[in-house]
């Protein structure tokens, strides 16, 4: 088992108390993509416009799926 110096406490307190640990708030971080330069998927108004869009496209489908459904009813009640 390892002992601990004087010095190596004392380095890890300063590292602490900087914050230059990893992760730390004076650790180096990625550099973040300016406001003006997100990507167009996540903007709000195009996820919405998408949103809509896909909305738009499902209910012409459900629409699809009821009339079938209520022709193969009829047509079932009425050949019985």
Known sequence: MSQLTDLDADCFFRAGDDGTY??????SRPPS?????????TRPESRAE???A?????TKWVAVVVVVLAL???L?????
Do not use: S
């Open 72 to 74: 193969e009813f009829a």
């Open 33 to 41: 993509k300016p406001r003006n330069q997100i990507d167009d998927e």
């Open 50 to 52: 998408a949103v809509l």
């Open 76 to 80: 079932a009640v009425a050949f019985r």
């Open 22 to 27: 990893e992760g730390g708030p004076a650790h």
């Open 54 to 58: 896909r909305r738009a496209k499902l």
